[in-house]
């Protein structure tokens, strides 16, 4: 792990932290609000790592339900985790199995859509800056959401202020980011409209993953274009 490579990951996820940190806060406030101690849902943000999956997690355990159905919800949200594991490999196998594994528990939404766009830059996906940017999301995560849970009750509704719209903002940027992708529109358009379709039939969580899969369906199913060199690409 090179130092320089390591700060240059801080600096990529710095940015990132702006958008991320409302929502740690808000889920802190939210697990006190729902019964948790500080520790409990700072021990959460810290062992799961994964907002949308912890949010789902707060509202079930709340009700009595089997064990096994919020399991599965939560299996459900982090289902996308695995397709992005199995994308992003490529850029990563030379790191050893250990940083593999904190690696891979390291990975997010944003931390995918960069190392992924670095990978196919050509610009090799160092385990330094693997590391400087999980950890520069990683470590505020957890410490905001102590903050939310100590001091979210002062912040209210975030909605009334608007920050509820930060989040979704910065997934769309993701998702334009790979705009120049061949068929990245229809894959969209295609997985929108599960999503959609899922959430109005089925409901919440498995709208989230019935849409990435049916996206990645319509990809695996698209024919390939050949690049220079006569090899084919997606």
Do not use: C
Not at 35 to 41: H, I, K
Not at 152 to 159: A, C, E, N, R
Not at 210 to 229: N, S, T
């Amino acid at each position: 792990m090179t130092s320089d490579g390591f700060w240059q990951g801080v600096r990529r996820g710095a940015p990132i932290v702006v958008s991320v940190a409302p929502f740690a806060v808000l889920f802190g406030a939210l697990a006190v609000d729902n019964g948790f101690s500080t520790f409990d849902a700072v021990l959460m943000s810290a062992s799961i790592f994964a907002g949308a999956s912890q949010m789902v997690g707060l509202q079930l355990f709340g009700h009595e339900i089997p064990a096994w159905v919020v399991i599965l919800s939560v299996f459900a949200v982090n289902f996308r985790h695995i397709l992005y594991s199995a994308s992003v490999a490529p850029h990563i196998r030379h790191f050893s199995f250990a940083q593999k594994v904190i690696g891979l528990f390291l990975i997010t939404d944003p931390q995918y859509a960069e190392a992924e766009k670095k990978g196919e830059r050509g610009e090799r996906v160092g385990y330094g800056w693997y590391m400087g940017m999980a950890l520069s999301l990683y470590l505020p995560w957890v410490a905001l959401t102590a903050v939310g849970a100590a001091f979210g009750q002062l912040i209210g509704d975030p909605k009334a202020i608007g920050l509820d719209v930060l989040l979704p903002i910065y997934f769309m940027a993701l998702v334009l980011g790979f705009r120049s992708r061949d068929h990245w529109l229809p894959v969209v358009a295609v997985s929108s409209l599960a999503s959609v379709i899922a959430m109005k039939t089925v409901g919440s969580p498995w709208h989230v993953s019935i849409g990435a899969l049916a996206g990645v369906l319509l990809g695996a199913f698209l024919p390939l274009k050949p690049r220079a060199g006569g090899e084919a690409q997606r």
